[in-house]
Nanobody, 125 residues
């Protein structure tokens, strides 16, 4: 079973930074593109960023472009999401997931990995 586990969330003030991590179990992370998604209370889950299987291309949703950076360390089986200049509207539970394809973006309906518990990001003063 394709399973991904997120970590690194927390409470941060507006303008602050966090780095989220995503680790894979059951498969080599470099086999697939990996996406970061988020879901705020009362809203649908949305794709935030994605990195291709070999890391050659990345996708960013408009509201985070220029503030978030996705990267991967295939040797460590990790994908990161560096989030800078955080805003209150970034508050959400963040998830990583894959559709077992190699390219980006990954629509949420194509995700085949299990949605884990995610990691909570709260941006508040």
């Amino acid at each position: 079973q394709v399973q991904l586990v997120e970590s690194g969330g927390g409470l941060v003030q507006p303008g602050g930074s966090l780095r989220l991590s995503c680790v894979a179990s059951g498969f080599p992370l470099d086999a697939y593109a990996i996406g970061w998604f988020r879901q705020a209370p009362g809203k649908e889950r949305e794709g935030v960023s994605c990195i291709s299987s070999r890391g050659g291309s990345a996708y960013y949703e408009d509201s985070v472009r220029g503030r978030f950076t996705i990267s991967r360390d295939n040797a460590k089986n990790l994908v990161y999401l560096q989030m800078n200049n955080l805003k209150p509207e970034d508050t959400a539970v963040y998830y990583c997931a894959t559709d077992q394809g190699s390219g980006c973006p990954i629509p949420a309906f194509r995700v085949v990995s299990s949605w884990g518990q995610g990691t909570q990001v709260t941006v508040s003063s």
